[in-house]
């Protein structure tokens, strides 16, 4: 295939009277004049709003495409993962309850091997019982793959948006830290979280006497 | 594709596949393991039939080169994957020698010095001893290294198991770190003569200087008896965009000789890979080429479902024929932006192309959840579809704001003299010698040969699309630029076909459980990726981990070539040169 753009070896040193730089300075300044235009034409939206945000990237956008951050943050897809996090569902009674059952798929599927699980057992009959005793991630080993909230049958392990997570000292992230609350799920991933429902509900109504 | 510079036409075999056993009756056998293809040769026969394939049928393209070791039968097998650069499928031959402390094994350097850098590799990581090979020094690892890593007995420190997942995680999966876990020497065996603290760094380094002036000896003569300078290039160099060494040699300013050296962000990624179950390489080979993962994540997609015999939905070829070129463009841009930043033009046409990469991110993330650590693909499928808006966003990139912009990078950039100046001429890789060194993508292209496996053997849905195969006669550093910006147009082409042509439907075959045996055999499978052909070759015996998994690397491949571009340059287009082949580190450290 032979492009747009033609050679000239012998030529190519016989022309050099600097139009080629020229040129590219022709380019570098429009952009620049651009960007005042830009602003001109927004008049003040265009920094710090998200469609300000959205328009500098968008088809359209012209001049400058920088964002200032931290005063302005790119919104994150919904898809977007970083650490895993487990969902509680709270009940009537208040009662927080995990939707994990120990089951352990997560910490099999884990690339890095960062999940640690101690299944509970009933402390009468020592039989286990579908719910961690401990969960522990790793932050520092975990690779944001994802892989763990894929695999999880209990919709019980989902990976956060949070991604501002400088700390001072290494941590591991258990129990405590790791529960947040079903409507937080559902409000950073609404489309997911829709339809997860939606498929429990339908299992629930398909098998009455188990509850979701 | 129009006029073809003058390269020796390969010769056109009659028949595609050749009956190897009978023209080399004796030294050669089909490979009747199930599972298997290829053919076993005698390893006395290998240089005489290697030589008859290259010249006689036209086998002129080494691609991978790799080790296999057997150690429950008591072998150490060397594969070889050739190719015709005139297209078509490939050639496995293999070679099979007794499990000893030290295997020999004729090079085939004299015939494909492509071989060069892949049976260092195969001799530092399986000991597989390759005579006749011009300079048979450790790569990845250090001088002195204990040990070769791959060997299946070879135990790494730190792990408390041979395969993923460890059962230390569940059911009682209390929370030790890996330094209370399993401390240093646990579980290494160091043989009784080896004595970390008296390994001496310098050891190394002697033998580099000594085969790099051995080297720029042979080639140059020594007529007039005069001390070539030896200058060092990094590891720490903002120039080598990563940790990389180059030693080079020179008189004056003209370089006489030229090493890489490389392995400093070496991982062993190959054997965590032996370690891991198959589904939980994807996200590591993330980490590969990691400005392009989702081409990686498709060559080893393909693999394991050649092993698995399985292949993906419509909709799911559509995904991934978009993501692996939308990943093309995103690394070339940054690659001619890079390129630019080592010829010192100071950060505006790498920051004019990161704009758009980023844009290309942008839909990475919506689609895949993250930025370059993609993890999208899964054997039969990709991992989700695509969500609300996704198709419109791509849509307006590469129909709208794409072209124009690359409008934009072509006036700010193709006519600069300084570019000229630096480019035109300079670091030339001829077409034999591209060939010949097995270099790949953009590299093989600029100089002259219309290679690209999209044609030569379509995978996917390659098939199905209008595009040209970009190439260039010169191969010099221009050439090198300007076909990247040539495949992105090209790239943007098959991306307009795809989304205006791109089925509803499911994305995955089939959801596979998340451990599963694989049925026993290999497979290769490679792509066309942004930095030439990037392949994995995968050995399973049916256990839920892959008892081999190796990757051709384009950009570690490609640097064979590197000292050949540099002979006779001055020391300043060293980092030019470097910069025009496109290498990420974490591709040839591995």
Request: proline share 7%.
């Amino acid at each position: 295939m032979r492009a747009s753009v033609t050679r000239d070896t012998e030529n190519a040193r016989s022309t050099m009277y600097g139009k080629g730089i020229i040129k590219g300075l022709g380019v570098t300044l429009r952009r620049f004049i651009e960007t005042y235009l830009d602003d001109l034409r927004w008049w003040g939206r265009r920094y710090g709003t998200r469609e300000g945000i959205a328009h500098r990237a968008s088809k359209d956008g012209r001049g400058i495409f920088t964002v200032q951050y931290p005063e302005e943050k790119i919104p994150v897809p919904e898809e977007f993962r970083f650490l895993p996090f487990l969902v509680y569902d709270e009940l009537p009674t208040g009662e927080r309850r995990l939707r994990c059952t120990a089951c352990g798929i997560c910490s099999r599927v884990c690339p890095p091997q960062c999940i640690w699980i101690v299944r509970a057992a009933y402390p009468d009959t020592g039989r286990p019982k579908p719910e961690p005793a401990e969960f522990s991630i790793d932050p520092d080993l975990c690779m944001n793959c994802g892989l763990c909230a894929e695999f999880c049958p209990f919709d019980a392990i989902k990976m956060d948006h949070e991604y501002e997570l400088a700390s001072y000292q290494r941590r591991v992230l258990d129990l405590t830290r790791l529960a947040k609350s079903a409507a937080y799920y559902e409000q950073i991933r609404p489309v997911n979280a829709a339809r997860e429902n939606a498929a429990r509900a339908a299992k629930a109504t398909a098998r009455p006497g188990v509850t979701a | 594709m129009t006029d073809h510079p003058a390269v020796a036409p390969a010769p056109q075999p009659t028949a595609s596949l050749p009956d190897l056993a009978a023209r080399f009756a004796g030294h050669v056998v089909p490979d009747s393991r199930p599972g298997y293809t290829g053919w076993i040769v005698a390893a006395d026969h290998l240089l005489e039939v290697a030589r008859a394939l290259r010249d006689e049928l036209g086998y002129d393209y080494l691609s991978s080169l790799t080790g296999v070791d057997y150690l429950p039968q008591g072998k150490m097998e060397v594969v070889y994957h050739l190719y015709r650069t005139v297209g078509g499928p490939g050639l496995v031959l293999k070679v099979q020698a007794p499990r000893a402390d030290v295997v020999e094994v004729p090079s085939i350097t004299s015939i494909y010095p492509g071989a060069e850098f892949q049976e260092r590799e195969a001799w530092d990581l399986l000991g597989i001893r390759f005579t006749g090979h011009p300079d048979l020094r450790r790569i990845l690892m250090w001088e002195g290294f204990a040990g070769h890593p791959l060997r299946k007995d070879w135990h790494e420190p730190y792990y408390e198991a041979e395969a993923k997942p460890f059962p230390s995680r569940w059911p009682d999966g209390h929370y030790l770190s890996a330094e209370q876990r399993a401390p240093l020497g646990d579980n290494l065996a160091y043989p009784a003569t080896f004595d970390p603290s008296a390994q001496d760094a310098s050891e190394g380094d002697a033998a580099l200087y000594e085969a790099l002036r051995r080297a720029a000896r042979d080639a140059n003569g020594t007529a007039l008896e005069t001390e070539p300078l030896l200058v060092n290039l990094g590891p720490q160099h903002p120039s080598t965009h990563g940790v990389f060494r180059v030693a080079v040699l020179l008189d004056g300013e003209t370089i006489l000789g030229l090493k890489a050296v490389m392995g400093y962000l070496h991982r062993n990624h190959e054997k965590i890979g032996e370690r891991n179950t198959y589904i939980m390489n994807m996200p590591y080979t993330d980490r590969l080429d990691y400005l392009s993962s989702m081409s990686n994540n498709f060559g080893y997609a393909l693999a394991v479902e050649k092993l698995l015999n399985i292949r993906p939905p419509e909709r799911a070829e559509y995904l991934r024929v978009i993501m692996a070129e939308l990943t093309r463009i995103a690394n070339h841009l940054m690659a001619i932006g890079a390129l630019l930043n080592d010829l010192g033009a100071y950060f505006t046409p790498m920051l004019y192309a990161l704009e758009e990469r980023e844009l290309i991110l942008d839909i990475f993330e919506m689609v895949s959840g993250a930025r370059m650590m993609c993890n999208y693909f899964r054997f039969g499928g990709v991992a989700r579809d695509l969500p609300e808006g996704a198709l419109d966003k791509i849509k307006d990139l590469v129909c709208e704001r794409l072209p124009r912009r690359m409008d934009d990078l072509e006036r700010l950039l193709i006519e600069n003299e300084i570019i000229q100046a630096r480019g035109i001429g300079q670091g030339v890789l001829s077409a034999a010698d591209a060939i010949r060194y097995s270099a790949a993508g953009p590299l093989l292209r600029a100089s002259g040969i219309p290679y690209d496996v999209r044609r030569a053997e379509p995978y996917s849905i390659y098939d199905r699309f209008e595009f040209d195969v970009c190439v260039r006669d010169n191969g010099d550093i221009y050439d090198r630029l300007l076909i990247r910006l040539d495949e992105i147009r090209q790239s943007m082409r098959i991306v307009q076909q795809a989304v205006r042509q791109i089925p509803d439907g499911p994305v995955l075959a089939k959801p596979l459980p998340y451990q599963m045996r694989v049925p026993p055999g290999e497979a290769y499978g490679r792509v066309e990726g942004p930095k030439g052909e990037l392949g994995f070759y995968v050995v399973s015996d049916g256990s839920p981990n892959p008892w081999r998994y190796h990757i051709r690397a384009p950009s570690f491949i490609n640097l064979t070539a590197f000292e050949r571009m540099c002979l006779g340059q001055k020391v300043a287009d060293v980092v030019a040169i470097l910069g025009s082949i496109d290498i990420v580190l974490g591709e040839v450290d591995r």
